[in-house]
C-alpha cells in the first residue's frame, strides 16, 4: 500500500483506495481482478469530466480502469495534501487507517509500525504540480467488441496489452473539462 505517484500509464494495473471523509488522495496496491461497477457511488466516486462519459461507456458494456481527470491546483492545495497524508502515516505507525476502495468497497485496515511518507514535503508539491495536470483513462478491451477512435484531439493513446488509455495534459481546469467534453462527443 503506498500514496506515492504511479505512472498514468500504470493506473489501471492498481487499485485505489482512500480514507472515506480524511483525504482525497488514493493509495494503491496492485488490481488483483475486474469488475464492472454501476452503483451510485462508484460513479460519485469520479471526478466530475469523466462521470458522463464512464457511464456511457459502462452502458455499452465496456470496462474502463481507474482513471482520472486531471487537476490543476496551487501549491497551497498540495501542501495541504501533503499535511494529511502525513497524519495518516502518523495513524499507520499507531494504530492504522481504513483504506477502502471506491470500485469494490474492499476494505483494508493498514498498519506498519516503520512506514513513512516516499517524500518530504517540498518534494510531493513540485511533483504533484506536474502529476496533477495529467488526465487518464483506460479500457478494459477484452472481449470486447470496442467501436472507440484510435485518435482523439488532445489526446495521446497508448496501448498496454488489453487495455487502451487515453492520456491528456492540460492547464486549467476548463481546458481539462473542455477537453473531456470532445472526448464525450467523439465517443457518442
Known amino acids: 500500500m503506498t500514496p506515492n505517484f504511479i505512472p498514468h500509464t500504470k493506473f489501471h494495473r492498481a487499485s485505489w483506495y482512500n480514507e472515506p471523509g480524511q483525504c482525497d488522495w488514493y493509495w494503491y496496491a496492485p488490481r488483483k481482478s475486474w469488475k464492472l461497477d454501476r452503483s451510485d457511488s462508484f460513479y460519485n466516486s469520479l471526478d466530475a ?13 465496456i470496462y474502463t480502469t481507474p482513471s482520472c481527470a486531471g487537476h490543476v491546483q496551487d501549491s497551497i492545495f498540495y501542501e495541504n495534501i501533503w499535511d494529511t497524508l502525513n497524519q495518516q502515516s502518523k495513524r499507520i505507525r499507531s494504530g492504522g487507517i481504513q483504506l477502502v476502495d471506491p470500485e469494490t468497497k474492499h476494505s483494508i485496515q493498514y498498519n506498519d509500525p516503520t512506514y513513512k511518507l516516499p ?5 510531493f508539491v513540485r ?14 478491451t477484452k472481449n470486447q467488441n470496442i ?26 481546469q476548463s481546458e481539462i473539462a473542455e477537453k473531456w467534453n470532445r472526448f464525450k462527443q467523439m465517443i457518442l
Not at 49 to 61: F, S, Y
Not at 119 to 123: A, E, I, P
Not at 127 to 140: K, N, R, S
Open 147 to 172: 467501436q472507440l477512435p484510435d485518435r482523439i484531439p488532445g489526446f495521446i493513446t497508448k496501448q498496454d496489452g488489453l487495455f487502451t488509455i487515453y492520456l491528456t495534459k492540460s492547464d486549467s
Open 127 to 140: 511533483i504533484a504540480l506536474q502529476h496533477g495536470t495529467i488526465g487518464c483513462l483506460g479500457v478494459y
Open 49 to 61: 469530466p469523466l462521470h458522463d462519459i464512464v457511464k456511457l461507456l459502462h452502458k455499452r458494456g
Open 119 to 123: 517524500w518530504n514535503k517540498r518534494k
